[in-house]
């Protein structure tokens, strides 16, 4: 690919060629990005995309790699790690302004830390704030699109249109059950790039540090005990169809019989049958297979489609 002078000069000595993917996602596999590149700040970020979205070259945001599955092909384009970090919290206000490429943990810690809780519910939640907004990750019965009061937005242009930054309030991103307009976007367009939450401003609670911890730990003590936390997997595969246990996908898929599936390496938990665990020398092409094969188990059961809640990223 040739990029100009100008590109190159900036960015070329960060930028890294064929990095395989698998070892930046949960699940451990996947193939290729021809180039990688790690946006530690927001005007990397924004100069990147904005050079590629001109040019027309595909990109891919990558968080913690926690929920998706990368196909064996690899991604042909550009991989832009999420490394913006910026944490600025408004103690009076119970506020967090905070980089999309900050960890979730981190987060609860830190917010903790000054007295601020209210999202004890994600922890054990794996991955990066711009992967959680997307996805309106959850548990509990809570999501964090609860507590999102705006988030600033990088929408790419194109050769009409530049790249422009909006701030949006969290009516904008219609969040759904693990979803956002975002991911919805996405999952309609899929060759298309996509709009890149860079930071997100969170509504907290004044709170006590040990009433916080101590929280947490009980939330990851019922996660623990119901999810293979120590297995390569994206966490769940399907989303619920609702919120009754009866309309959880892993109700669903352990009564009818999947516990007792696999492809290859890749089989379906004992602990919870919503997660593919990779054995070890699972391809994606055998976790997409799996999960093919148990969708259709679902629906000659029960008569209703399974979707997925993890993504599948790069070249089918
Ligand atoms: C063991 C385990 C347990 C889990 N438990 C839960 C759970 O209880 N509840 C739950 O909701 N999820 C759970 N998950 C799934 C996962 O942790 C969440 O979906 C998490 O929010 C993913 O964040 P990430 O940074 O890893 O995103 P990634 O997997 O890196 O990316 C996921 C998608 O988000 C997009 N994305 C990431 N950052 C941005 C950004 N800044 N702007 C735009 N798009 C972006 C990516 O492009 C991709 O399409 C679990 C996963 C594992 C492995």
Known sequence: MNFSEDFTNKYGKNIEENILLRDFTSIGVGGVADYFYRAQRVEDMVGIVSYLAKEGIPYFVLGGGYNIVVSDLGFPGFVIKNEIKDIVFSQDKAEVIVGSGVEISRLLMDSASRDLGGLEFLFGIPGTIGGAVYGNAGAFGHTIGDFVRSATVLFPGNEEKKTKIVRHTAKWFEFSNR????????????????????????????????????KIQENFKIKRDSQPLDGKSAGCIFKNLGVGKEQSAGFLIDQAGGKRFRVGDAVVSKKHANFILNRNKATAEDIRRLASQIKDLVRAEYRVGLDEEIEYVGKW
């Open 179 to 214: 979803s956002s307009k975002i991911k919805s976007f996405s999952q309609n367009h899929p060759m298309e790039n996509k709009p890149i939450i860079l930071s997100v401003r969170l509504q907290l609670c004044q709170s006590k540090k040990e009433v916080i911890l101590r």
